[in-house]
């Protein structure tokens, strides 16, 4: 009676931390649980008026993909739902692969002049994120290993924006290829290549990855 009570006073516009409070109720006590994503395919819900049926409203105009990986990353669900029919078979195939990937896989939209080593480097590599874990940088140090006999000259040195993808230039020695993604906006001391930036749709996931996890990148 209690849990409906507190339910009682929130409306259908779920935020984040309800949810997240909620979902542990159930996962402290091992209860199964599923949450919902919305199709924007679909024209079909339980109500003569839907706009969707996401259980985040946050979630709400989100590619399909994207509201799985975000409640995949929060931790608390086990089983993700799609509120609304029909979705289109791309819809489905995306919301599939985002469900059973073994890593988390975040979008990247590439600068101008990122070069192809630079997206090589980015794209075909399974990011770990670094566990001594910095307040600005989020670093993933073994593509400098992997790489470390190829050239990574210096350009598009311009200050750091949160979410943007960087690949440490030779000016940095023996960091040269290490790749960083920028957990603040910062300084940049001519050091590294802002090759790209989160995709604006996911840059918020970027909170949910933890320091020793392992990620992936996609364009």
Known sequence: EWMLRSLKKFDHLMKEDFFIKWSNFFKERNIHSAAFVSSHQATFGPWPVQDGLPTLE?????????????????GVVDDVI??????????????????????????VDFSQNATELEKEVILKSTHVYRGDASDYLLR????????????????????????????????????????????????????????????????????????????KLTE
């Open 140 to 215: 993933s140090t073994m593509t400098r290993v992997h790489y470390r006999d190829r050239d990574f000259p210096a350009h598009d040195t311009d200050d750091i924006k949160r979410g943007d993808i960087i690949i440490v230039n030779e000016k940095y020695g023996q960091y040269k290829g290490e790749t960083q993604i920028a957990l603040r906006d910062i300084k940049n001391d001519g050091r590294r290549n802002v090759i790209g930036h989160l995709n604006s749709d996911e840059a918020f996931l970027l909170k949910y990855i933890e320091p020793w996890s392992s990620f």
């Open 82 to 107: 799609i509120g609304n029919t029909y979705a289109s078979d791309e819809e489905l195939e995306e919301a599939s692969k985002a469900f059973y990937a073994p890593y988390p896989v975040l979008k």
């Open 58 to 74: 946050d979630d709400r105009d989100l590619p399909i993909a994207t509201q799985v990986k975000h409640l995949l990353l929060s």
